[in-house]
């Protein structure tokens, strides 16, 4: 369909400085849709809206994929353990998008091996017999099919893990998760959706003519702006009230140990799962699944989070870790739906996604994952157009979208710590121009991993990111 009548699109708002973009959102006296959240799903809402012709306004509280949508496991999977809930469903779905993201986005996606160690035959049959459902749930989607192998193949694959009698290897993906949403920013923007980062926006009733009144003030000089809307749409995940059960992830990163493959480690003690992936030159090792009241966003990993990995995976390695070895830990919060009946514990919720409609002309996104974000954007919008809230027009075409790149950053961790002065000015340059960066924060942690890698060198570069910064934004 066309835009609406009331939006004049003068092309991509690529490239818009803060100031522009805060000027283009109020040149229009309408727009068809208002996305509160900037996180994965909020990104993918505003994409796939501005892909089928509507206009889009998305306002975020923070910096874009400042929650859980940086933060998360980095891997790209249907759900080995959902299967343990039989939600087929839930599972096939995820394969599913899990292909479409390695086909939309191979800048920043790649499928990968994972082992799983097995101490006994009739362990590995039992996780063999489950991987090949997930082959086959997977179908034509599939990266990989999964197989039995011995103890030689797994020391090629982890020779850092301890000698294992047999093994069964299968396949998923991992991704640069906070580059990915930049990728989805970009298309947006593109496409003419309008983004405005630290701009907290709240409901201010409806006007005469049923649309939604929404207030946004920015957050670096409290400038304010009422926006009217056809459609208002909430995808503020582990913010997203009583709605949502929220499950803390810890994760640390160390020097490479020596993985070329992921190791899975479906059994723990305490009967959590723990994973380790070979990331961004690094090794991440990272859990799911303790139950919190509420989010609490820290630059490191709780305490006992770390000790309990360290102990955890080092007994399942040659040689133990120790917390010297650590260069970077951080926590996610998965946002989970808490049905009626549900127990207290997460590891038990479902990860499925619901849409709903919390007002005449608002719907609320809960739950979900990563994997799936281009699918509950799709279903969020399908389900404005079922409820009348927005005209029918174009049909979803995300499927087949390939995300734009910015190449400069996407491999910018290659030469991490290398850096000259020139290269770092020219970083951050394409972070506040093209990705809408405003603190050194923001380029160190979300547009470049190096806090998240390696927190002692971000905390040495950050003075000169500092000094670049002003140059470009003040």
């Given at each position: 369909?066309?835009?609406?009548?009331?939006?004049?699109?003068?092309?991509?708002?690529?490239?818009?400085?803060?100031?522009?973009?805060?000027?283009?959102?109020?040149?229009?006296?309408?727009?068809?849709?208002?996305?509160?959240?900037?996180?994965?799903?909020?990104?993918?809402?505003?994409?796939?809206?501005?892909?089928?012709?509507?206009?889009?306004?998305?306002?975020?509280?923070?910096?874009?994929?400042?929650?859980?949508?940086?933060?998360?496991?980095?891997?790209?999977?249907?759900?080995?353990?959902?299967?343990?809930?039989?939600?087929?469903?839930?599972?096939?779905?995820?394969?599913?998008?899990?292909?479409?993201?390695?086909?939309?986005?191979?800048?920043?996606?790649?499928?990968?091996?994972?082992?799983?160690?097995?101490?006994?035959?009739?362990?590995?049959?039992?996780?063999?017999?489950?991987?090949k459902l997930y082959d086959l749930l997977a179908g034509r989607?599939?990266?990989?099919?999964?197989?039995?192998?011995?103890?030689?193949?797994?020391?090629?694959?982890?020779?850092?893990?301890?000698?294992?009698?047999?093994?069964?290897?299968?396949?998923?993906?991992?991704?640069?998760?906070?580059?990915?949403?930049?990728?989805?920013?970009?298309?947006?923007?593109?496409?003419?959706?309008?983004?405005?980062?630290?701009?907290?926006?709240?409901?201010?009733?409806?006007a005469d003519d049923g649309f939604d009144l929404v207030s946004?003030?920015?957050?670096?000089?409290?400038?304010?702006?009422?926006?009217?809307?056809?459609?208002?749409?909430?995808?503020?995940?582990?913010?997203?009230?009583?709605?949502?059960?929220?499950?803390?992830?810890?994760?640390?990163?160390?020097?490479?140990?020596?993985?070329?493959?992921?190791?899975?480690?479906?059994?723990?003690?305490?009967?959590?799962?723990?994973?380790?992936?070979?990331?961004?030159?690094?090794?991440?090792?990272?859990?799911?699944?303790?139950?919190?009241?509420?989010?609490?966003?820290?630059?490191?990993?709780?305490?006992?989070?770390?000790?309990?990995?360290?102990?955890?995976?080092?007994?399942?390695?040659?040689?133990?870790?120790?917390?010297?070895?650590?260069?970077?830990?951080?926590?996610?919060?998965?946002?989970?739906?808490?049905?009626?009946?549900?127990?207290?514990?997460?590891?038990?919720?479902?990860?499925?996604?619901?849409?709903?409609?919390?007002?005449?002309?608002?719907?609320?996104?809960?739950?979900?994952?990563?994997?799936?974000?281009?699918?509950?954007?799709?279903?969020?919008?399908?389900?404005?157009?079922?409820?009348?809230?927005?005209?029918?027009?174009?049909?979803?075409?995300?499927?087949?979208?390939?995300?734009?790149?910015?190449?400069?950053?996407?491999?910018?961790?290659?030469?991490?710590?290398?850096?000259?002065?020139?290269?770092?000015?020219?970083?951050?340059?394409?972070?506040?121009?093209?990705?809408?960066?405003?603190?050194?924060?923001?380029?160190?942690?979300?547009?470049?991993?190096?806090?998240?890698?390696?927190?002692?060198?971000?905390?040495?570069?950050?003075?000169?990111?500092?000094?670049?910064?002003?140059?470009?934004?003040?």
């Open positions: 369909m066309q835009k609406s009548n009331n939006y004049k699109k003068a092309g991509s708002t690529q490239g818009l400085s803060r100031d522009q973009t805060w000027q283009a959102l109020q040149e229009e006296p309408s727009w068809d849709i208002c996305v509160v959240g900037g996180g994965a799903t909020g990104l993918g809402i505003a994409l796939d809206a501005a892909a089928r012709g509507f206009s889009v306004v998305l306002a975020e509280a923070e910096d874009f994929a400042s929650g859980a949508s940086s933060r998360s496991s980095k891997m790209l999977h249907g759900g080995v353990r959902y299967l343990q809930q039989l939600d087929f469903a839930l599972v096939k779905e995820a394969l599913h998008e899990r292909a479409t993201v390695l086909a939309n986005a191979p800048h920043v996606a790649r499928a990968l091996s994972f082992v799983i160690p097995c101490e006994t035959l009739a362990h590995a049959a039992f996780y063999g017999s489950g991987l989607h599939n990266v990989g099919r999964s197989h039995y192998i011995p103890a030689i193949d797994i020391n090629v694959q982890a020779n850092a893990l301890k000698a294992s009698p047999h093994g069964i290897q299968y396949y998923d993906g991992i991704f640069d998760d906070a580059r990915l949403a930049q990728s989805i920013a970009l298309s947006a923007r593109q496409r003419g959706a309008v983004l405005m980062n630290y701009c907290r926006a709240e409901m201010n009733g409806q946004l003030t920015r957050k670096d000089n409290s400038a304010q702006h009422t926006l009217r809307a056809r459609c208002t749409i909430f995808a503020t995940g582990a913010w997203s009230g009583e709605r949502v059960a929220i499950a803390r992830g810890s994760h640390i990163v160390l020097r490479d140990i020596g993985l070329s493959s992921g190791v899975l480690l479906p059994k723990t003690p305490d009967g959590r799962v723990l994973y380790m992936l070979p990331w961004l030159g690094h090794t991440l090792i990272g859990t799911t699944d303790i139950s919190v009241s509420c989010p609490d966003y820290s630059e490191t990993a709780p305490q006992d989070d770390i000790d309990w990995l360290l102990r955890t995976s080092s007994q399942a390695l040659k040689k133990p870790l120790y917390a010297a070895q650590i260069t970077a830990s951080f926590v996610g919060y998965r946002p989970l739906v808490r049905m009626p009946g549900a127990g207290k514990n997460s590891s038990q919720f479902s990860r499925a996604h619901l849409v709903e409609r919390v007002a005449e002309r608002t719907l609320r996104v809960v739950g979900g994952k990563w994997t799936t974000y281009r699918r509950m954007a799709q279903d969020a919008l399908d389900v404005a157009i079922e409820h009348g809230i927005l005209p029918k027009g174009k049909p979803c075409s995300t499927d087949q979208l390939n995300l734009s790149a910015n190449p400069l950053l996407d491999n910018a961790w290659l030469t991490q710590g290398q850096w000259s002065d020139e290269q770092i000015q020219k970083i951050v340059k394409s972070a506040v121009q093209d990705e809408a960066a405003c603190s050194a924060e923001d380029i160190l942690y979300r547009r470049l991993r190096t806090g998240f890698t390696d927190q002692s060198l971000a905390l040495k570069l950050k003075p000169k990111v500092e000094q670049f910064l002003k140059q470009f934004c003040g």
